[in-house]
């Protein structure tokens, strides 16, 4: 691509799906409550997705100690609900990226968001680091409780979670597991809809979520002056 020139502006749902199939996560974000776009050239080259948070986050009390873990839940949701929203989606189009597309993106959002704080979850947080880029300050997160328990089930079949990423490699002992994979689907909202794919559905994605030999991050970013427009 020539002429580097990205404009980052106001985008709306019809960017988000022309770039969605390029996202690794099939599920579409619960809520879309503001859309910016890359263009270069009068092409949508990336957008970010922003969305109201997910209740319960087992990453938030890393990001804001205490700040949403009171006894009464009714209170504690409806602080988190004017207090926070989420970057829910970043896609580049792959002949965009090298070029900060996606730096651009989460920048400009910051420079302008709709609430206080703002929080962003990358399973491949390492070797991305767009969030980072753009200062958002980062924490480590631990094995959610559905990985842990399949990683307890592969090490019950002798099979190494990098071994995922192999499905031959594994083809004489993929039935041992589908039970274990079947019930880490329906465990969770993202992968819900999967729990009955074919096996080899199943294990694609379940690699993606276990098999990497390091652990997804967490960003969280304060503002003093949100521009609410939600």
């Not at 949508?44 to 990001?63: E, F, I, K």
Request: charged share 30%; net charge positive.
């Amino acid at each position: 691509m020539t002429e580097h020139h990205i404009e980052i502006v106001e985008g709306d749902p019809r960017d988000y799906r022309a770039l969605a199939h390029l996202h690794y996560r099939e599920d579409r974000p619960a809520t879309l409550c503001r859309v910016l776009t890359a263009r270069h050239r009068d092409q949508t080259v990336g957008v970010l997705v922003v969305s109201r948070p997910t209740l319960n986050a087992r990453w938030r009390n890393l990001l804001w100690p205490g700040q949403y873990a009171g006894a009464d839940k009714l209170a504690n949701a409806a602080r988190l609900n004017a207090d926070l929203r989420c970057i829910s989606r970043v896609i580049v189009d792959p002949r965009a990226r090298g070029l900060g597309v996606g730096t651009s993106l989460v920048r400009a959002y910051l420079n302008a968001p709709l609430t206080r704080r703002t929080e962003a979850v990358a399973a491949m947080g390492a070797a991305c680091g767009i969030f980072r880029a753009a200062e958002m300050r980062e924490v480590l997160l631990p094995p959610s409780p559905r990985d842990r328990t399949l990683r307890l089930a592969l090490r019950r079949a002798g099979i190494a979670p990098w071994e995922l990423l192999d499905p031959p490699r594994i083809a004489d002992r993929a039935r041992t597991i589908e039970h274990a994979l079947r019930r880490w689907a329906n465990d969770a909202r993202a992968t819900r809809a999967r729990a009955l794919a074919p096996l080899h559905e199943l294990i694609e994605r379940a690699a993606r979520a276990v098999a990497s030999p390091s652990a997804p991050r967490a960003y969280g970013h304060d503002s003093d002056h949100p521009a609410r427009k939600d």
